[in-house]
């Protein structure tokens, strides 16, 4: 069969999941005809996609949030009001969506939770199985646990993954647990989609943490604790628009710019991970047996999600902030769980690929 990808460029870790995918598809004998991802001006998509998607790429105007000054938080009504007045171009992205569709011809669309492939199907319709792939998906799971207290976040989170995945055949819902399937939604529970490298490291310990931060902001904070802590060797990873691979801040604290195999060997050696709760980085270490400090980007409802499902996942702990000092005393009680974990990783394969073999009788819920 042959298959068209529609990404969401926003963080690293749909990228990723699409470069899993593609390469399962292609070692099953299926095609990836061509690749499409949302840019804007807050994000550049990284080398490494271009490198390891192994198709051809195209980009469009997409979406995205508007961060606080501090570069940390989200900003919801400006965000909003941002995108509102971009939407004549956001109608010519889900137009170039269109074309490029009509020109491939795939048998099957993949969604990788980018909001302009749910209105291309709700708008255009093209009659091809429209199968959505995201951990976001397990909202729609009546056995999701979600903050308290967060009622209107929940709402618009839930209908965000309904527009999302428009007039889905599927909805894989990435999970860092088995749980049961929910047909009546369409959402199925899948293992996480973990990069080829990973599966093929050995975990070791070489003394020092490691950190990815999806806002450059909060390396302030960073900074900050590792000024009272100089003996603890820190590394830290974010997408920021410095020239340089790597700066040296002061003795034992250095940052990187994101390098996908860089921070897979880093992740590989570290004693210990911090993140801003991405999905796709607290994998990555639960598949290593690393404890975990999750710190959800500031109004960043999924990452709070993500943090709450993590930490009952048995991942590591929450802070409000990178308080490296939470970190350690956890390594000292932390119970590994990377055994269960990499045997439900490590079945994703099978289950996503039995996912794909579709009937073709799909409503519109």
């Given amino acids: 069969m042959k298959f068209l990808f529609i990404v969401q460029g926003e963080g690293r870790g749909h990228m990723t999941q699409a470069?899993?995918?593609s390469r399962l598809l292609k070692k099953n004998g299926h095609t990836v005809s061509k690749v499409l991802?949302?840019?804007?001006?807050?994000?550049?998509?990284p080398d490494f996609f271009y490198?390891?998607?192994?198709?051809?790429?195209?980009?469009y105007e997409s979406p995205n949030f508007i961060v606080d000054r501090e570069q940390k938080g989200i900003r919801l009504i400006r965000t909003l009001l941002y995108n509102f007045f971009k939407l004549r171009k956001y109608i010519a992205s889900i137009k170039s969506i269109h074309n490029e569709v009509k020109k491939h011809q795939p048998d099957i669309i993949v969604n990788f939770y980018e909001i302009l492939g749910g209105l291309y199907y709700m708008f255009y319709n093209p009659q091809l199985p429209h199968i959505c792939i995201a951990h976001q998906f397990l909202c729609l799971h009546p056995d999701f646990k979600f903050p308290e207290g967060k009622s209107l976040d929940k709402f618009l989170l839930t209908v965000h993954s309904r527009i999302v995945s428009c007039i889905a055949e599927k909805r894989l819902a990435l999970s860092f647990r088995r749980m049961d399937d929910f047909p009546q939604k369409k959402v199925y529970i899948v293992p996480p989609l973990l990069r080829e490298d990973i599966m093929e490291l050995h975990p070791e310990n070489h003394n020092y943490i490691l950190a990815y931060i999806l806002n450059d902001g909060y390396r302030t904070e960073i900074i900050d604790w590792h000024n009272n802590h100089r003996y603890v060797r820190v590394h830290f990873f974010s997408d920021g628009s410095n020239t340089e691979d790597q700066q040296t801040i002061h003795e034992n604290l250095i940052w990187h710019k994101i390098n996908d195999m860089k921070f897979v060997e880093m992740m590989q050696n570290c004693s210990a991970f911090a993140s801003t709760a991405g999905f796709e980085s607290i994998c990555e270490a639960m598949y290593f047996g690393k404890p975990v400090l999750m710190v959800p980007s500031k109004n960043h409802f999924e990452q709070e999600c993500n943090a709450l499902d993590a930490l009952?996942?048995?991942?590591?702990?929450?802070?409000?902030?990178?308080?490296l000092t939470k970190l350690i005393d956890c390594m000292h009680t932390w119970n590994d769980r990377a055994k269960s974990f990499r045997a439900w990783a490590d079945s994703a394969e099978n289950l996503i690929i039995d996912h794909l073999k579709l009937d073709h009788d799909r409503d519109t819920e």
């Fill in 19 to 21: 470069i899993t995918l």
């Fill in 312 to 323: 009952n996942s048995g991942a590591g702990i929450i802070s409000s902030k990178f308080d």
């Fill in 37 to 45: 991802i949302g840019k804007s001006k807050r994000r550049v998509i």
């Fill in 51 to 59: 490198k390891k998607i192994n198709a051809p790429v195209s980009t």
